[in-house]
């Protein structure tokens, strides 16, 4: 079992910087996948980032490529998710996820967190 527990959401004006993190804890969660996941009110879950268990890959959707960045420091069991020049629609509840290979869809991920509320005004 891994325990995920997400921080650093609020509200932010459009072109504006959130870094959100993620506090991992449980057997070997060093050694997962872990991903950044959103949902918007009234929409499905999307996937927005993901790093392998070393930080060698990563994966981004298109929509955040160039603006959002993902990173992670084993030795802290912490996942980053740096995000600049936010747009309104990026608004939804963020949560980390962790799995046991990288990949892009939401149901690849066995260990979510509660999530953080992410809020972009124009």
């Avoid at 993902?70 to 996820?97: G, H």
Wanted: charged letters at 20%.
């Amino acid at each position: 079992q891994v325990q995920l527990v997400e921080s650093g959401g609020g509200l932010v004006q459009a072109g504006g910087s959130l870094r959100l993190l993620c506090s991992a804890s449980g057997h070997r969660s060093s050694n997962y996948a872990m991903a950044w996941i959103r949902q918007a009110p009234g929409k499905e879950r999307e996937f927005v980032a993901a790093i392998n268990w070393d930080a060698t890959r990563t994966r981004y959707a298109d929509s955040v490529q160039g603006r959002f960045t993902i990173s992670r420091d084993n030795a802290k069991n912490t996942v980053y998710l740096q995000m600049n020049f936010l747009k309104p629609e990026d608004t939804a509840d963020y949560y980390c996820a962790a799995g046991v290979l990288l990949a892009d869809g939401p149901r690849d991920y066995n260990f979510w967190g509660q999530g953080t509320q992410v809020t972009v005004s124009s």
